[in-house]
């Protein structure tokens, strides 16, 4: 099985920076999406940024100029820096993995998640 473990979370203040970081482990297809999303309390979870395996990334319109997220893909690492943070930042933010398996198609792993807190 896939397991993904998150880590860098934590409080930082508005206009502050912080590195999410996310390690995939296991039976991994060479074709897949890494990724990050986050959930509000009583929201669904939305699409913060995702990158291929080629490289190819994705961001939400609230996050584009601000976050990055990059991957290495030979050790299935995935990162999310995230500048000038908002406190409509704050949430939960989980790692995701998107493999396809032929004839079932998408599969998503997910981490447990990491708490980011924007305040002063």
């Known amino acids: 099985q896939v397991q993904l473990v998150e880590s860098g979370g934590g409080l930082v203040q508005p206009g502050g920076s912080l590195t999410l970081s996310c390690a995939a482990s296991?039976?991994?297809?060479?074709?897949?999406?890494m990724g990050w999303y986050r959930q509000l309390p009583g929201k669904q979870r939305e699409l913060v940024a995702t990158v291929t395996n080629g490289a190819n990334t994705n961001y939400a319109d609230s996050v584009k100029g601000r976050f990055n997220i990059s991957r290495d893909t030979d050790k299935n690492t995935v990162a999310l820096q995230m500048n000038n943070l908002k406190p409509e930042d704050t949430a939960v933010y989980y790692c995701?993995?998107?493999?396809?398996?032929?004839?079932?198609?998408?599969?998503?792993?997910w981490g447990k998640g990491t708490l980011v807190t924007v305040s002063s």
């Open positions: 995701n993995l998107r493999i396809w398996v032929p004839v079932l198609g998408a599969k998503d792993f």
């Open positions: 296991g039976s991994i297809s060479r074709i897949n999406v």
